[in-house]
């Protein structure tokens, strides 16, 4: 009789259970109101940016400056000089007149700027020297490098700088080397500001037709707060002209994309679509 009991008060809580469910009652199954109010996932449009988006944009476009006239084009050197005299020897291509009151100051090419060679000098190696005729100015051919008024052979010095690049620490390279250790940092800290120069002048200004932007997300090991590392990066030449590490915030986009066109490469109006 008790069993008899049991078993109908268990089929009565499951039917009771089933009964619940099915009025919606029991949050088993999402409610009609929930399932009403759920909208359909839309795909959203991309707003194509414009320089007009950024604060700084809109401030440089407002206040516009006065372009001047463009410098008059330099006439080349040899259209000046007379026929006379004998022809030129020495290959002066890459060189240029450092005399800033020089016409022909920082250019190049040898079709256009004034530069002979001058002569040799120096005991350990011969050292070609260039005078400019337009303003009479004589500089060797070391001048503006790490070589400039050294009188240690270029090749010894190749070798020293290499193998500091390798790891050798400067007082093993006086053991090895025997050259003093003081005149070893000198050559090291002169190749350093070369190099530094080569980079703003090669690394600077750059025509890159194609760039593309991404940011990594990242977590220090003893920090909880999110980092995002921006990188813009030439997909043909594998440069990556910026790096900068801050929030994932519309401001920091327009930073990036403004350290991309004011002291490094000049980016392409379609990179903002």
Same mark, same amino acid.
């Given at each position: 009789?008790?069993?008899?009991?049991?078993?109908?008060?268990?089929?009565?809580?499951?039917? #009771?259970?089933? &009964?619940?469910?099915?009025?919606?009652?029991?949050?088993?199954?999402?409610?009609?109101?929930?399932?009403?109010?759920?909208?359909?996932?839309?795909?959203?449009?991309?707003?194509?940016?414009?320089?007009?988006?950024?604060?700084?944009? $809109?401030?440089?476009?407002?206040?516009?400056?006065?372009?001047?006239?463009?410098?008059?084009?330099?006439?080349?050197?040899?259209?000046?000089?007379?026929?006379?005299?004998?022809?030129?020897?020495?290959?002066?291509?890459?060189?240029?007149?450092?005399?800033?009151?020089?016409? /022909?100051?920082?250019?190049?090419?040898?079709?256009?700027?004034?530069?002979?060679?001058?002569?040799?000098?120096?005991?350990?190696?011969?050292?070609?020297?260039?005078?400019?005729?337009?303003?009479?100015?004589?500089?060797?051919?070391?001048?503006?490098?790490?070589? /400039? $008024?050294?009188?240690?052979?270029?090749?010894?010095?190749?070798?020293?700088?290499?193998?500091?690049?390798?790891?050798?620490?400067? #007082?093993?390279?006086?053991?090895?080397?025997?050259?003093?250790?003081?005149?070893?940092?000198?050559? &090291?800290?002169?190749?350093?500001?070369?190099?530094?120069?080569?980079?703003?002048?090669?690394?600077?200004?750059?025509?890159?037709?194609?760039?593309?932007?991404?940011?990594? $997300?990242?977590?220090?090991?003893?920090?909880?707060?999110?980092?995002?590392?921006?990188?813009?990066?030439?997909?043909?030449?594998?440069?990556?002209?910026?790096?900068?590490?801050?929030?994932?915030?519309?401001?920091?986009?327009?930073?990036?994309?403004? #350290?991309? $066109?004011?002291?490094?490469?000049?980016?392409?109006?379609?990179? /903002?679509?």
């Amino acid at each position: 009789m008790v069993f008899h009991v049991f078993l109908f008060l268990l089929v009565f809580f499951l039917l #009771s259970l089933a &009964l619940l469910w099915r009025l919606c009652w029991l949050p088993l199954q999402p409610s009609c109101s929930q399932v009403g109010s759920r909208r359909t996932p839309l795909h959203r449009h991309l707003k194509p940016r414009t320089p007009l988006d950024c604060p700084a944009c $809109r401030l440089c476009s407002a206040h516009s400056t006065v372009v001047g006239p463009a410098p008059a084009p330099v006439r080349p050197w040899c259209e000046v000089k007379s026929r006379r005299g004998a022809p030129k020897r020495v290959n002066t291509e890459g060189f240029a007149c450092p005399n800033p009151q020089c016409p /022909y100051a920082g250019i190049t090419d040898a079709q256009i700027h004034a530069l002979v060679g001058d002569g040799k000098h120096g005991s350990a190696e011969r050292i070609q020297t260039f005078r400019c005729q337009a303003c009479h100015t004589t500089f060797t051919a070391r001048r503006n490098t790490p070589l /400039y $008024r050294l009188k240690t052979p270029s090749h010894h010095i190749a070798v020293v700088l290499s193998a500091l690049a390798e790891g050798l620490d400067p #007082s093993a390279a006086e053991r090895v080397f025997g050259f003093r250790q003081a005149t070893i940092t000198t050559w &090291l800290s002169r190749a350093g500001e070369h190099a530094r120069t080569l980079h703003e002048r090669f690394f600077f200004h750059l025509q890159l037709p194609h760039l593309q932007l991404d940011e990594l $997300r990242t977590r220090l090991r003893c920090a909880t707060q999110v980092l995002w590392l921006w990188l813009a990066i030439d997909p043909c030449t594998k440069i990556l002209p910026v790096l900068q590490l801050g929030p994932r915030t519309q401001t920091m986009a327009h930073q990036l994309i403004h #350290s991309l $066109r004011e002291p490094g490469p000049r980016l392409p109006p379609a990179l /903002y679509q």
